[in-house]
């Protein structure tokens, strides 16, 4: 009877995430053509295949939780799932990051390996349900009528949670965004006592302002974003660029979004020892009024902004050669170039 109950659960548990998917892009078709576009689906067929998707996510879902066609919606689902990635990893194969939008408004993080990642644990989880009901072909007729239906309601309740708790997030994100867009001017003034801040780090637990000045030297704080090209760019080179500073030196780069993508992001851009701290929204770029990346803020070891918000490779490499004579006058920012938004 336990592998009853379990394979029902897988098929639940399935059908909860393509149940999911398929709610966010009803909730968001804007985005949805957007996404679509962006994995290279020829135009005049965008409009077709984003009404499409969430059809056929939703009846995934149906033949999951329908008890004569299980096998067959696992097999769907499969189906989805090895297409979304042989085209996420044609993108990245191609350098490019568009936004994932896999379950709407809610997910608008850029792929990466993350989502390759992600999706073979889903394609490892529809293979074992395709399995699981093959074996157990009267699941969930074999189950007592009360224990199944309350299975059911688990699963509705888990999804419903999950769907408030993203929806909360792209709120806090969006509100996030007002925020940064109404600070006035940019970078806190020089001189200004650096605001603390604790984030998570890649490699485990949180790491604050007071641990990195503990370093010694100044602390160059580099906002960036995995879907920056620029940030990529700029990443690459400072490992160099602190070495030249002997020492007088503490960089910490500050992303936004998720934890593992930036992981994989800083051992793709060899970062080594250089610590990669996650924002869970934007609050270190609201405190130090950073509006976009890649952007360095530099503060000394009295814990004061010593520089204006430098923004783009250029001026950040003026903030390190600045950071050598520690006590030394303030460089104005090269604010010049371009960039992109922050995350």
Known sequence: ??????????????????????????????????????????????????????????????????????????????????????????????????????????????????????????????????????????????????????????????????R???????????????ALSTLGAEGLPVGAVAPEFELLNVTGGRTGLEALLAQGGSLLLVFVHPGCEMCAALARELPRWRQRAAGALTIAMVGNGDLDEHAAWARTQDLGDIPVLVQQGNEA???????????????????????PVARGAMAIRDLIAQAKHVGAQYVSGRNGQSVSNTG
């Open 1 to 162: 009877m336990t592998i009853e109950y379990g394979v029902w659960g897988l098929r639940l548990a399935l059908g909860v995430v393509f149940g999911l998917a398929a709610a966010g892009k009803f909730a968001d078709p804007a985005g949805t053509r957007k996404a679509v576009g962006e994995f290279g689906v020829p135009i005049r067929w965008t409009p077709l295949v984003s009404r499409s998707l969430p059809i056929a996510e939703t009846l995934v879902v149906v033949l999951l939780v329908s008890p004569w066609t299980g096998f067959a919606g696992a097999l769907f689902g499969l189906a989805l799932l090895l297409a979304f990635t042989a085209a996420v990893a044609r993108l990245l194969r191609q350098g490019k990051h568009p936004s994932c939008a896999c379950f709407g408004a809610a997910s608008t993080a850029p792929i990466g390996r993350a989502t390759l990642l992600r999706n073979a644990a889903l394609i490892a989880f529809a293979l074992v349900t395709g399995v699981g009901v093959l074996a157990e072909p009267d699941v969930p007729g074999s189950l007592p009528v009360d224990h199944a239906i309350g299975m059911v309601v688990i699963a509705v309740f888990a999804a419903l949670f999950t």
């Open 164 to 178: 408030l708790t993203g929806e909360l997030r792209a709120v806090r994100r969006r509100l996030d965004e007002q």
């Open 285 to 307: 770029a609201l405190r130090y009024r950073v509006r976009g990346t890649p952007s360095g803020v530099l503060i000394g070891a009295d814990g004061r902004v010593l520089a």
